[in-house]
């Protein structure tokens, strides 16, 4: 079986080959052109879909994309201005019909767990918590071994547990949400806000290593705040590991210590007792195998 895998966000468009086995044949990229909204994203996958049907024997596609998904009928049921125009979306109808391929689609977040849980840190995990921080922070949750996705398909939000009752907006409507305060983007604001001016990630964690002890105390506020909401998580689920992904997880031990060590001291004994915390081992490519193992895992798209 060879699948068309896609995952769809708002700054680039990923794609490869993935086969029944969880081997990425091929990946590559390109822009979204997500501010001209979910058409043109939706013509975009098109015309890449029929270049690897050209070039591989395809079985069908794959899609793992921002927003709230209803992955049953592979519809946008809720999408941020980040992609303009793409609440309401019928992907899996669109690219079926411009393809004639069988078409699966699932939330990006859901797609990270699934491809860590079938080739990666939560291999042989059954109940997990997958963390995705970037832009914000995204959640997935495995329970007995199955993806917890509620009612609305819209379980994991955990950017929006709330973390200070009345504090800065959020994109979702309310203020003092978690990601407002632990994503990337924040640590970035809090960059700004304490040397004045923007700094890159990379430098930032070039500083820290160096010594800087006023970035070492920022950073330090920054990892409480996440784990302040992590702490929440845990007590209502119990999960016996936490996947961190998205991009600041390339920062590995510096990056997993630190919350290691905040965690612990935040969570019940019985709970801290039985939890492992690990970096995503798959990186941009987890969400191309998720997206290949929910197509496997519904039957080949039928």
């Avoid at 500083?207 to 302040?228: C, S």
């Amino acid at each position: 079986m060879l699948i068309a895998a896609f995952d769809i966000g708002g700054t680039s468009i990923k794609y490869g080959v993935v086969n029944e086995a969880g081997n990425v044949l091929m990946d590559n990229s390109f822009p979204s052109e997500a501010h001209f909204g979910g058409e043109t994203i939706m013509q975009n996958v098109i015309a890449k879909s029929r270049e690897l049907q050209n070039e591989w024997n395809l079985d069908g596609i794959a899609i793992s994309s921002a927003g709230q998904i209803d992955n049953q009928a592979g519809v946008v049921v809720h999408a941020t201005d980040n992609i303009p125009g793409y609440t309401g979306v019928r992907i899996k109808k669109t690219v079926q019909e411009a393809t004639g391929l069988h078409v699966t689609v699932e939330n990006d977040v859901n797609c990270t767990a699934l491809g860590e849980y079938w080739k990666g840190a939560a291999k042989g995990a059954d109940d997990f918590l997958c963390v995705t921080i970037g832009t914000g922070i995204g959640g997935a949750i495995f329970t007995n071994g199955q993806l917890l996705t509620g009612s609305r398909f819209s379980a994991g939000e955990i950017g929006h547990i709330n973390l200070y009752p009345g504090g800065k907006a959020c994109t979702c409507g309310d203020s003092g949400c978690l990601e407002q305060y632990a994503s990337s983007s924040a640590l970035q604001e809090m960059i700004f806000a304490t040397l004045g001016y923007k700094m890159e990630l990379k430098g930032f964690f070039d500083r820290l290593r160096a010594g800087d002890q006023e970035l070492i105390t920022l950073y330090d506020r920054w990892i409480d705040n996440l784990t302040t909401g992590l702490k929440s998580i845990v007590h209502i689920l119990n999960p016996e590991l936490i996947v961190i992904g998205g991009g600041i997880s390339a920062q590995g031990d510096f990056l997993l210590t630190p919350i290691k060590e905040s965690l612990s001291t935040k969570i019940m004994p019985n709970h801290a007792a039985s939890l492992d915390i690990r970096i995503a081992q798959h990186g941009n490519k987890a969400n191309l195998l998720g997206a290949a193992k929910h197509f496997i895992n519904c039957g080949g798209g039928a």
